[in-house]
């Protein structure tokens, strides 16, 4: 062969290599990380990116969206010697968190025998479908519920709700009244009973009272009130009734803003109970004078209370005050002939609608005793001057509070609006008889009571 052919030869393959080599080596171009990649939702990418050799300009063409769920293609492409070369890799952006269901309420609960479990709710949030609360579905199993929620992945959420069906508490019963009494020798005992509440139960009317209490024999003798709840739990409290001979339960009625038409009322059931009461009188009117009069001849004390009872007009000032009291003084002397100086004040004398003037009442109440006037609060409300108190409760409030051992004033209205307070009359005098209680009128010698002082 000729040596300079063989010399071409050679020199074409050594150029043909190069020239291989130099293109094969311009045309790297490979995908740098995995060609599928799985991706949290809500998570965020980071780009494997791509290997070119000498850096030749990559685009990179993607509408990835992290997101939203689904299979994503990013697609890369380099130019080598102005031809184009692509290499793909596929994303998918999944969810496979399980939704966050969350039970309301106690996951463990005891729950009364017979007695259905009121859902207290729950729910489910899930991070990509958001609230699925209303898709939770409730199963009983044994012991308990299931709650259970797919997301639309079909992740799962569960969560089970357990309970025991006992009753171990026993009823709760409280005295209505005090725990021990005074009861007078030979008059008959009132029972005011108990409540009993139950944590599973409506115990209520279940209560039993036992006692032997024998009124003509003095000591101390024991009410026992039981009750028990269905799953027989029992418990009981007692009272102490002690039938003594040596107290006296006195009491003072007391009647305020009056007198009007509904006077007559009360003047008739005292007369039938053949009781005194006193009667804090109050604005001036003529067409009331013969009733303020039956009440004195029938024996009852007239009193002073209010010729105006507006807290702005009469707590105004010592002067304003003095000159309303004086006029509803001698009214009630130019009607029954007596100068009185037993007073109530409007409200009390611990009232707070004088609050307006600061210290006023500190300075009245003094004031009135330096004048001669003896001044009666009272110890027991009946309640009617809230319009809302009804007659069961007015004579509840008068009896309940009615002790033993002391001087009882008890505060009633018998102006006009005030018929529910004439209905309760009738049965806290029956009541007061039965426990033998002394009722009086007030007079100069009964002892003040006073309240504390508010202002
Ligand atoms: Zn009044």
Known sequence: MNKNFTLLIKSLLILSIALISVS???NVFYLLGEEEITLEVHSSYTEPGVYTKKEAPVSINSTLDVDKLGDYTITYTATFNKKEKSLTRVVHVVDTTAPQLTLIGSEQSILCPNHDYQEEGFTALDNYDGDLSPLVQITQVSNGLKYSVLDSSS???????????????????????????????????YEFGASATDNCDDVSENIVVTHNINSAVLGTYTVTYTAKDQSGNTSSVTREVEVTDNIQTVVYLTFDDGPSYRTLEVLDILKEYGVKATFFVGKKSAEYEPIMLRAYQEGHTVALHAYSHTASTIYVSPEAFFANLYLVQDWV???????S??????????????????????????????EGFHYFDWNISSGDGNSKTTTAQMIYNVTINCRPGRNNVVLMHDSASHDESVAALRPILDYLKSIDAVILPITMETPQIHHHINN
């Open 341 to 370: 100086y037993i007073y109530r004040f409007p409200g009390g004398s611990s009232n707070m609608s004088s609050s307006f003037n600061p210290g006023i009442m500190t300075t009245l109440t003094q004031m009135v005793v330096d």
């Open 24 to 26: 094969c080596t311009e």
């Open 155 to 189: 992740n799962l959420a569960e969560i089970t709700r357990l309970f025991t069906i006992e009753d171990t508490q026993s009823p709760v019963i409280k005295l209505i009244g005090y725990d021990h009494i005074l009861l007078h020798q030979n008059a008959d005992y």
């Open 333 to 339: 002397e130019s009607v029954t002939g007596v100068k």
